[in-house]
């Protein structure tokens, strides 16, 4: 069988764990595979740059998701519902869009559960998928955002939203951040004034930022406020893309022991 050859799109891309994450598991499942990373400035080239790479599947990550779905000939299951594609397969010259980001994310969090009431930070790709997955679990989601331009999908499906100017701080089971913040500065999400009382009053918060200990982990730590990084949802939603992008050739489980190996290597 010819290697097939992978990658994960997105900007940036350097810091990414999923080459290291997927060729481990490729070598210890012995298929003939290869992952790595583009750097890719422009969304809307994606199509172009992975047929161009004869690429097999890929990954998507910020800013990339929303960008992946168009570029995508179908669109299945719950990536079709919310508009964010985070997988992509080639199957016979067509491109085929997934998203695993939710349902790894309900990995990742599993032992926060159950939870009522979530506030995601920032209101992108994988907050839509977040905001969509959690609703379908009865959890009552709300997305806090900067600017007002990007809540209004999110306002126009039901989810409560606010900017910065327009939100009040108050008590929730889990604040997750889905922004970009720390992960290449020292920034927080949103502003101190309202993220240390939101802390304050969570139960939980959540990154999906892996690798470092951001600024808004930080202030986790220093509130004592139980708190994860993206790793666990890496991991769970990288399980799932790599269920897809070997046909379902191996079950998930024998895939996550040899995937959890590559977190220690």
Same mark, same amino acid.
């Given at each position: ?95 085929? !869009? ?39 679990? !009865? ?61 304050? !009053? ?64």
């Amino acid at each position: 069988m010819d290697k097939k050859l992978f990658a994960i799109f997105g900007d940036p891309v350097a810091h990414s764990r999923s080459p290291l994450m997927h060729n481990h598991t490729f070598r210890v499942l012995g298929f003939e595979g290869c992952y790595t990373r583009i750097r890719l400035e422009d969304g809307k080239r994606l199509r172009d740059v992975f047929l161009a790479n004869k690429l097999s599947g890929a990954n998507v990550t910020v800013p990339h998701k929303e960008a992946a779905f168009n570029a995508c000939d179908e669109v299945r299951g719950f990536a079709r519902e919310v508009g964010v594609v985070n997988t992509v397969v080639e199957e016979n010259g067509r491109l085929v !869009g997934y998203n695993t980001d939710a349902d790894g994310f309900l990995f990742a969090v599993r032992d926060f559960l159950p939870l009522e009431t979530v506030l995601i930070l920032g209101a992108g790709g994988t907050a839509r998928a977040l905001a969509k997955r959690l609703r379908t679990e !009865g959890m009552q989601v709300h997305v806090l955002n900067r600017s007002a331009e990007r809540l209004r999908p999110f306002a126009d499906d039901g989810f409560g939203v606010a900017t910065w100017e327009s939100f009040t701080p108050k008590a929730f089971d889990l604040v997750v951040n889905t922004t970009s913040a720390g992960l290449q500065d020292d920034a927080l999400p949103a502003p101190e004034k309202l993220l240390r009382p939101l802390l304050e !009053g969570a139960r939980y918060a959540a990154d999906a930022i892996y690798g470092k200990t951001t600024p808004f982990l930080a202030m986790c730590q220093a509130l004592g406020l139980p708190a994860i990084d993206g790793a666990e949802m890496l991991l769970g939603q990288g399980v799932l893309a790599h269920a897809l992008f070997t046909g379902g050739r191996f079950d998930n489980d024998v895939i996550e022991r040899a995937m959890r190996e590559s977190f220690v290597l």
